[in-house]
């Protein structure tokens, strides 16, 4: 990849955090376990979206916003698969056209209209777009297939973050903090050597990938399923797919068998949807290809959920989001360090999406 820190920007102000969301991309909009027929209301991307399910089960996304007088629709009613406003009564079928109209002589403006969104469920997520209809590629949504799938075995999880979604891309992104905020919940440790690392950059992902051979592999990571002074090689690598979903990848193999899938692997799936410049929903899912039917491990990771991700990541996100406006108004920069590499070819990639957002 080349030298890494000859490229790294020695200082910048705190720009990431005001650069504009980002709408032509796929976002989590929620489980799909969490939508059913009764309206789910979330803020996503500073616009109020309504989810619900028609009677035949397809997932639904609406402005929930009447354009007639502004009520949220989410105060109505269903009428089968329609929704009626409970301010004036016009009905929208789940297209968003209007359908109905009970007032006065009767007839539907021609821009009385819900705005719908493209929404797509695959492997248990409702994903959605919510930029140009047009550009809404399947393609481009990070490979979830393990949920799914009888070789893997998931623990899902999501909260409320009060911060910018891009501090959790960037700590995510960061390995370094693991060795100090997640030391007591599940640090790598500080044994560790590394062999190889490098980044690997696409039109809009980014993989960094490291690698410590001969190694004993960290006992947080798989527990008593690596037996102690038994030494193999262990990757602990990153997928970051535009703009804010991502991928760990922690293995461990017999020595020259990384990452070809012989060894134990654990998936950390983290899908950060932004509801404003300063908050976000946090889905996450810890998936692994051993010990499938053990419901110690399932509660060991749901702990490490609530701990690392809930108490530690994000409470330093928010931490950090609550003194931005100090360090703008007194001009505080913030330095980087060789480790800040992925997040800065990131924040480099996430400028040029912004601009042509535009």
Same mark, same amino acid.
């Given at each position: 990849?080349?030298?890494?820190?000859?490229?790294?920007?020695?200082?910048?102000?705190?720009?990431?955090?005001?650069?504009?969301?980002?709408?032509?991309?796929?976002?989590?909009?929620?489980?799909?376990?969490?939508?059913?027929?009764?309206?789910?209301?979330?803020?996503?991307?500073?616009m109020p979206v309504l989810l619900y399910r028609t009677s035949s089960g397809e997932a639904v996304?609406?402005?929930?916003?009447?354009?007639?007088?502004?009520?949220?629709?989410?105060?109505?009613?269903?009428?089968?698969?329609?929704?009626?406003?409970?301010?004036?009564?016009?009905?929208?079928?789940?297209?968003?056209?209007?359908?109905?109209?009970?007032?006065?002589?009767?007839?539907?403006?021609?821009?009385?209209?819900?705005?719908?969104?493209?929404?797509?469920?695959?492997?248990?997520?409702?994903?959605?777009? &919510?930029?140009?209809?047009?550009?809404?590629?399947?393609?481009? @949504?990070?490979?979830?297939? #393990?949920?799914?799938?009888?070789?893997?075995?998931?623990?899902?999880?999501?909260?409320?973050?009060?911060?910018?979604?891009?501090?959790?891309?960037?700590?995510?992104? *960061?390995?370094?903090?693991?060795? =100090?905020?997640?030391?007591?919940?599940?640090?790598?440790? *500080?044994?560790?050597?590394?062999? /190889?690392?490098?980044?690997?950059?696409?039109? *809009? &992902?980014?993989? /960094?990938?490291?690698?410590?051979?001969?190694?004993?592999?960290? %006992?947080?990571? =798989?527990?008593?399923?690596?037996?102690?002074?038994?030494?193999?090689?262990?990757? %602990?690598?990153?997928?970051?797919?535009?703009?804010?979903?991502?991928?760990? #990848?922690?293995?461990?193999?017999?020595s020259g068998h990384a990452r070809d899938g012989s060894g134990l692997s654990l998936y950390g799936t983290h899908l950060l949807t932004p509801e404003t410049q300063h908050s976000? #929903?946090?889905?996450?899912?810890?998936?692994?290809?051993?010990?499938?039917?053990?419901?110690? @491990?399932?509660?060991?990771? !749901?702990? =490490?959920?609530?701990?690392?991700?809930?108490?530690?990541?994000?409470?330093?996100?928010?931490?950090?989001?609550?003194?931005?406006?100090?360090?703008?108004?007194?001009?505080? !920069?913030?330095?980087?360090?060789?480790?800040?590499?992925?997040?800065?070819?990131?924040?480099?990639?996430? *400028?040029?999406?912004?601009? %042509?957002? !535009?």
């Amino acid at each position: 990849m080349g030298n890494v820190d000859s490229n790294l920007e020695t200082a910048r102000l705190l720009r990431p955090y005001e650069r504009p969301l980002i709408r032509n991309a796929w976002y989590c909009a929620a489980w799909s376990h969490e939508v059913g027929e009764d309206f789910l209301t979330r803020r996503i991307l500073d616009m109020p979206v309504l989810l619900y399910r028609t009677s035949s089960g397809e997932a639904v996304a609406l402005l929930d916003i009447c354009p007639h007088k502004l009520a949220p629709m989410h105060q109505g009613s269903r009428v089968g698969d329609n929704i009626v406003c409970g301010y004036h009564g016009l009905e929208f079928d789940c297209s968003g056209a209007c359908v109905s109209n009970p007032q006065g002589n009767r007839e539907i403006p021609q821009a009385a209209r819900l705005r719908s969104f493209p929404l797509l469920e695959k492997w248990g997520v409702l994903w959605i777009w &919510t930029g140009d209809p047009a550009r809404a590629d399947p393609a481009k @949504i990070i490979d979830c297939s #393990h949920f799914e799938s009888p070789q893997w075995r998931t623990v899902k999880g999501g909260h409320y973050v009060r911060s910018n979604y891009m501090l959790l891309v960037e700590n995510l992104l *960061d390995l370094g903090h693991a060795l =100090f905020l997640h030391k007591q919940t599940g640090g790598l440790g *500080d044994n560790l050597v590394l062999s /190889d690392h490098r980044i690997e950059q696409g039109e *809009d &992902t980014l993989r /960094d990938l490291r690698l410590y051979r001969d190694t004993q592999p960290p %006992a947080t990571v =798989f527990g008593k399923y690596v037996p102690r002074g038994v030494r193999l090689d262990f990757n %602990a690598d990153m997928l970051w797919v535009a703009p804010s979903m991502l991928r760990s #990848h922690n293995g461990c193999s017999e020595s020259g068998h990384a990452r070809d899938g012989s060894g134990l692997s654990l998936y950390g799936t983290h899908l950060l949807t932004p509801e404003t410049q300063h908050s976000m #929903h946090y889905f996450y899912g810890t998936s692994r290809n051993y010990a499938l039917d053990d419901p110690e @491990i399932d509660e060991a990771y !749901r702990r =490490f959920q609530r701990d690392a991700l809930h108490k530690e990541d994000s409470m330093v996100a928010e931490s950090i989001d609550a003194v931005l406006a100090d360090t703008m108004d007194l001009g505080v !920069r913030m330095v980087t360090l060789s480790t800040d590499a992925s997040g800065i070819r990131v924040n480099r990639m996430l *400028d040029r999406m912004a601009e %042509a957002d !535009r």
